[in-house]
């Protein structure tokens, strides 16, 4: 059993990666339209391109990870390895250098491509280490839950920064609710510059999750040569396990989801609802970490009567209903505000609900692959659930900037045309619901059952010598 102190270090993990995570996923395609100077369309392709190269990087890391050997275990070392390197490119990603539009256009590119290896080489090692911090299912779900609880906190300072400099960043508006002074016209120091803030504080909590944990199962391999499998075997093992690929489909789905209703919002309120309600997009925003918040309490009690793919499912239907729901809420009145926020907290309480078992589910497959292939690729298996989020929120990101270029936003207009303010509704309701729709399908297929993870759980004790 591990100490309550372990589970807090594990979440302070991911508490860094979700304060970075948030705001490349809220703010990063309104910063590169409207800020950077991006035509929507070249931004667009930038966030896709991009994810060529992660589907190359994350596996890599995988296997570079399993196959790490330190005195502090295979996957921890790169928390302490990675942190101020993450840091330092995240500000890069936010800053905007003085030269003409082709030379931006590729310092776009190089940032974010660095930002990407940078968060592929701290988080998939960090995801592994949910399947050597503890042997048990349950108990990793726990973690699992501990990770997710502290991401949210972490998101939910990381919108409390945007908030306190929002009217300076986002734009204000004047009593008629036409907005005076838009996203474009802020300093891009200042945005730099609150970036930099959140920085530091990841690099300080990744370097306590290092402090804070151990891995306690001891994964020994053996190279090729002497009888373990190579890394044709691990990538053969990886692409013949149908658990994995319903949990890939259901993890992008996932995410494709978040990304574009939390890249509509910005967007949705600056060209929608004005600045000057009390209703700000980043107020709505921590709202919405406050209900994610919530809904982690619910993930491990639920799962546990109804099994983690029931209870996954459920969150991501409720996902679909409250979220298409939003297309049906005036825009301008108060009673719509309020039914805004109400809906915000019921998706967001779903998806707390679903997040932690995203993790716990890729644990359980590694489980399944360790016993069915006799060898234990966990970093590898983890690095497709680091591959899922960064392919559905480059997906998302993509869609969201296309549809804008496509119904002819123009961050210069004075007020965008009304094809266009439809288009940005309907990305805050029904377009994301459909990513919600991909995870339910893939996971009515997925057959890793509470009972069926119980016998692998008994039959790996044995193999372990834990038994």
């Given at each position: 059993m591990?100490k309550?102190s372990e589970k807090?270090g594990?979440?302070?993990?991911?508490?860094s990666?979700s304060?970075?995570?948030?705001?490349f996923s809220?703010?990063?395609p309104?910063?590169y339209?409207?800020v950077?100077?991006?035509?929507p369309i070249?931004?667009?392709?930038?966030?896709?391109v991009?994810?060529?190269?992660d589907?190359?990087?994350d596996?890599?890391?995988?296997?570079?990870?399993?196959?790490?050997?330190?005195?502090?275990g295979k996957y921890?070392?790169?928390?302490l390895?990675?942190?101020?390197p993450?840091?330092?490119?995240?500000?890069m990603?936010?800053?905007?250098?003085?030269?003409g539009?082709?030379l931006?256009?590729?310092?776009?590119?190089?940032?974010?491509i660095?930002m990407?290896?940078?968060?592929t080489a701290?988080?998939?090692?960090?995801?592994?280490?949910?399947?050597?911090?503890?042997?048990?299912?349950?108990?990793?779900?726990?973690?699992?839950?501990?990770r997710?609880?502290?991401?949210?906190?972490?998101?939910f300072i990381?919108?409390?920064?945007?908030?306190l400099?929002?009217?300076?960043?986002?734009?204000?508006?004047n009593?008629?609710?036409?907005?005076v002074?838009?996203?474009?016209?802020?300093d891009?120091m200042?945005?730099?510059?609150i970036?930099?803030v959140?920085?530091?504080?990841?690099a300080?909590?990744?370097?306590?999750?290092?402090?804070?944990?151990r891995?306690h199962v001891?994964?020994?391999?053996?190279?090729?040569e002497?009888?373990?499998?190579?890394?044709?075997?691990?990538?053969?093992?990886?692409v013949?396990n149908?658990?994995?690929?319903l949990?890939?489909?259901?993890?992008?789905?996932?995410?494709l989801?978040?990304?574009?209703?939390?890249?509509?919002?910005?967007?949705?309120?600056?060209?929608?609802?004005?600045?000057n309600?009390?209703?700000t997009?980043?107020v709505?925003?921590t709202?919405?970490?406050?209900?994610?918040?919530?809904g982690v309490?619910?993930?491990?009690p639920?799962?546990?009567?109804?099994?983690k793919r029931n209870?996954?499912?459920a969150a991501?239907?409720?996902?679909?209903?409250?979220s298409?729901?939003?297309?049906?809420?005036?825009?301008?009145?108060?009673?719509?505000?309020?039914?805004?926020?109400?809906?915000?907290?019921l998706?967001?309480?779903?998806?707390?609900?679903?997040?932690p078992?995203?993790?716990?589910?890729?644990a359980?497959?590694?489980?399944?692959?360790?016993?069915?292939n006799?060898?234990?690729?966990?970093?590898?298996i983890?690095?497709?659930?680091?591959m899922a989020?960064k392919?559905g929120?480059?997906?998302?990101g993509?869609?969201?900037?296309?549809?804008l270029?496509?119904?002819g936003?123009?961050k210069?207009?004075?007020?965008?045309?009304?094809?266009?303010?439809?288009?940005i509704?309907?990305?805050?309701?029904?377009?994301?619901?459909?990513?919600?729709?991909?995870?339910?399908?893939?996971?009515s297929?997925?057959?890793?059952?509470t009972?069926?993870?119980?016998?692998i759980?008994?039959?790996?004790?044995?193999?372990?010598?834990?038994?």
């Amino acid at each position: 059993m591990a100490k309550l102190s372990e589970k807090i270090g594990y979440g302070l993990g991911d508490m860094s990666s979700s304060m970075f995570w948030k705001i490349f996923s809220y703010y990063l395609p309104i910063f590169y339209s409207d800020v950077f100077g991006l035509k929507p369309i070249h931004a667009a392709t930038l966030l896709l391109v991009t994810k060529l190269y992660d589907a190359i990087s994350d596996p890599v890391m995988g296997i570079i990870a399993d196959r790490t050997e330190t005195r502090w275990g295979k996957y921890r070392p790169y928390l302490l390895w990675m942190a101020i390197p993450f840091a330092v490119i995240g500000v890069m990603s936010f800053y905007v250098p003085n030269v003409g539009y082709n030379l931006k256009h590729v310092y776009a590119y190089l940032a974010y491509i660095l930002m990407m290896t940078a968060y592929t080489a701290v988080n998939v090692p960090y995801g592994a280490m949910l399947g050597v911090v503890t042997s048990d299912s349950k108990e990793k779900s726990v973690f699992s839950s501990f990770r997710m609880f502290f991401a949210y906190i972490g998101s939910f300072i990381a919108m409390g920064i945007f908030w306190l400099f929002e009217k300076s960043i986002i734009g204000t508006t004047n009593s008629a609710g036409k907005i005076v002074k838009g996203v474009g016209d802020a300093d891009p120091m200042k945005w730099t510059m609150i970036v930099a803030v959140v920085a530091v504080m990841c690099a300080v909590l990744f370097i306590l999750c290092f402090l804070m944990t151990r891995e306690h199962v001891k994964i020994e391999r053996k190279a090729a040569e002497e009888g373990g499998s190579s890394i044709k075997d691990d990538l053969k093992a990886l692409v013949t396990n149908g658990p994995w690929w319903l949990m890939l489909g259901a993890a992008i789905g996932q995410l494709l989801c978040g990304s574009i209703r939390g890249g509509a919002a910005a967007y949705y309120f600056a060209n929608l609802l004005g600045a000057n309600i009390f209703l700000t997009c980043a107020v709505y925003l921590t709202i919405g970490e406050i209900g994610q918040m919530a809904g982690v309490a619910f993930a491990v009690p639920l799962s546990e009567k109804i099994g983690k793919r029931n209870t996954f499912m459920a969150a991501m239907l409720a996902v679909v209903l409250f979220s298409s729901a939003i297309w049906l809420v005036p825009v301008g009145s108060a009673a719509g505000i309020w039914w805004l926020v109400a809906l915000q907290i019921l998706v967001s309480l779903a998806i707390g609900v679903a997040a932690p078992l995203t993790w716990s589910m890729f644990a359980d497959v590694a489980d399944y692959s360790e016993l069915k292939n006799g060898a234990n690729s966990t970093g590898l298996i983890f690095s497709s659930s680091s591959m899922a989020q960064k392919f559905g929120g480059a997906i998302g990101g993509f869609l969201l900037l296309a549809l804008l270029g496509a119904f002819g936003y123009d961050k210069d207009l004075a007020a965008q045309a009304p094809r266009t303010l439809g288009a940005i509704k309907a990305m805050m309701s029904y377009v994301p619901a459909i990513g919600a729709v991909l995870s339910i399908i893939f996971l009515s297929f997925y057959p890793l059952t509470t009972g069926k993870m119980n016998d692998i759980q008994a039959k790996l004790k044995i193999k372990r010598g834990e038994a």
